[in-house]
Nanobody, 112 residues
Framework: QVQLAESGGGLVQPGGSLRLSCAAS?????MAWYRQAPGKQRELVAS???????NYADSVKGRFNISRNKAYTTVYLQMNSLQPEDTAVYYC?????????WGQGTQVTVSS
């Protein structure tokens, strides 16, 4: 049974920073962070695949950074210059073969 455990969410003021972590019970070379705001579809925020190729949503480029540990079991999302529109539940995803495994989500709220 693959388990993903996210942490690091919370309430932060606009312009602040948070670092999300997702620890998995397996390793994966394809890892990503998604988010879902109220009333909106889940969207890809950032991904890291293979040897370290990263991809970001246009809305977070230059502000967010995705990384992982050497064992490929933990993925991180450093979020800087947070804005109210970044408020959402953030989910980590890891691919096991062709199957996507998801964490339970962690709430990020950006508000003054």
């Amino acid at each position: 049974q693959v388990q993903l455990a996210e942490s690091g969410g919370g309430l932060v003021q606009p312009g602040g920073s948070l670092r999300l972590s997702c620890a998995a019970s397996i390793s994966s070379s394809t890892m990503a962070w998604y988010r879902q705001a109220p009333g909106k579809q889940r969207e890809l925020v950032a991904s890291i695949i293979g040897g370290g190729i990263t991809n970001y949503a246009d809305s977070v480029k230059g502000r967010f950074n995705i990384s992982r540990n050497k064992a490929y079991t933990t993925v991180y999302l450093q979020m800087n210059s947070l804005q109210p529109e970044d408020t959402a539940v953030y989910y980590c995803m890891m691919k096991v073969g062709t199957v996507q495994k998801w964490g339970q989500g962690t709430q990020v709220t950006v508000s003054s």
